[in-house]
């Protein structure tokens, strides 16, 4: 059976920083690119980061560019979205996902999907 299970969520301040980790189980982890995405009340999933199958290239949506970096340990099948100066902006549900492409940012090329973690940033 096919899962990606994330953890690391929870209430934090203004400012402060947080861990995503999503682990695989049941796929062959290193044939896959992984993402976060995001999603908020009302509002579209939305992209976050994405690493390689590889792990040699990673992509950032603009407003987490420089505050947020996405890792994968092979070993463990599992990938990290360390999230730094974390804003109320960040407050939201997230989704780590699996791609069968050696890398991608579009959500249509993702086809495994975690249940999701909330994050709430609070002033």
């Known amino acids: 059976q096919v899962q990606l299970v994330e953890s690391g969520g929870g209430l934090v301040q203004a400012g402060d920083s947080l861990t995503l980790s999503c682990t695989m189980s049941?796929?062959?982890?290193?044939?896959?690119?992984m993402g976060w995405f995001r999603q908020a009340p009302g509002k579209e999933r939305e992209f976050v980061a994405a690493?390689?199958?590889?792990?040699?290239?990673?992509d950032y949506s603009d407003s987490v560019k420089g505050r947020f970096t996405i890792s994968r340990d092979n070993a463990k099948n599992t990938d990290y979205l360390q999230m730094n100066s974390l804003i109320l902006e960040d407050t939201a549900v997230y989704f780590c996902a699996a791609s069968p492409f050696a890398h991608a940012t579009h959500i249509l090329r993702y086809d495994r999907w975690g249940r999701g973690t909330q994050v709430t940033v609070s002033s």
């Open positions: 049941g796929l062959t982890f290193t044939n896959y690119a």
């Open positions: 690493i390689s199958a590889s792990g040699n290239r990673t």
